[in-house]
């Protein structure tokens, strides 16, 4: 028989239910469970004592823990270690954490993935506690045998906590940028720009293209002065202080960084367009001009 107490009665209730699917599954059930609605689970075993903590209490508590805990483990992290407290900072906190633990975000401090998975290091701290006649507090067995486990979450907290504070720095920037160019009267009216990555060709009104020294004598000193982020002089520079009232934006990447941030900042005045448009357009121009 193993005890297990829980803090919370629906954890104790989603255990004896993912034990229960387990139970039902096969004809030769190695194990019953009780749970007495409050906050303990009870497994009887019968037979073959390893076999049932291997092949069921092990994945069913793993899962119970991946699944419905480990957001809980997360946000303590992020409340009590690192001390956000704003509960909307800690949901975005916790779904940059979540773009890292699922991949989709590279880890630049590791720079590849743990050579234990969380899984394996849930599973092997069961595989040396579990045994039959063991009664014991969920809680005190996160806390006292997931070090390890604990300790991956935290390092993937640290890097959401991370990139949390350059987004936040980046919209700022942005902010920034939007309040200069609505500030500014426009030195030119049109833009039109062309991306041929990884740079940006400049084009006046007439489709005449802008110099990059045109483009230096063009950018505003008080705008590198007022910036505590690095602005590039080769095209954020001299487009801000342009601060044109049309930017017709070329591009086949729309989902390039300087593009997006282009996007970002001009906002309602930008025109997007393939970069096969700008052809189109220059080969009409010309023919009105002719």
């Known amino acids: ?26 004809d030769h059930p190695r194990f019953q469970t009780t749970y007495n609605g409050d ?11 390893d076999e049932a903590i291997s092949c069921d209490l092990i994945p069913a ?19 009590d270690t ?18 890292f ?33 063991l009664s014991f507090s969920f809680s005190s067995f996160v806390t006292f045998r997931l070090k390890p ?12 906590i991370d990139e949390y504070k350059l987004e936040q720095e980046y919209q700022n ?34 489709l005449r293209e802008i110099t990059a020294g045109e483009l230096k004598q063009l950018i505003d000193r008080n705008l590198i002065v007022s910036q505590p982020m690095y602005i590039d002089s080769s095209l954020l520079a001299p487009l801000v202080s342009i601060a044109p009232a049309i930017i017709y934006l070329y591009t086949d990447h729309e989902e390039d960084g300087m593009v997006q941030t282009i996007q970002n900042v001009f906002q309602e005045r930008i025109r997007l367009y393939r970069q096969s448009d700008f052809a189109k357009s220059h080969i009409i121009d010309a023919q009105q001009e002719g």
């Open 39 to 49: 906050s303990l689970v009870t497994i009887y075993i019968y037979g073959d004592t």
């Open 61 to 79: 508590m793993t899962t119970l823990i991946l699944h419905f805990i480990e957001d809980r483990l997360l946000l303590s992290i992020i409340s």
């Open 82 to 99: 690192f001390y956000f407290q704003d509960k909307e900072e800690q949901q975005q906190i916790l779904q940059l954490a979540h773009s």
């Open 173 to 206: 920037f942005v902010q920034m940028l939007r309040d200069f160019v609505a500030a500014k009267r426009p030195k030119l009216p049109v833009i039109h720009l062309v991306h041929k990555p990884p740079s940006f060709l400049f084009l006046d009104e007439k």
């Open 149 to 160: 486990y604990m300790e991956q979450l935290q390092h993937y907290v640290e890097l959401a």
């Open 1 to 26: 028989m193993i005890e297990i107490y829980f803090e919370q009665a629906n954890d104790a209730e989603k255990l004896f239910c993912l034990l229960n699917k387990r139970q039902k599954k096969t």
């Open 101 to 133: 633990l699922d991949g989709e975000r590279y880890d630049y401090r590791m720079g590849k993935q743990p050579s234990v998975s969380r899984k394996t290091l849930i599973a092997n701290a069961l595989k040396h506690f579990l045994k039959d006649g």
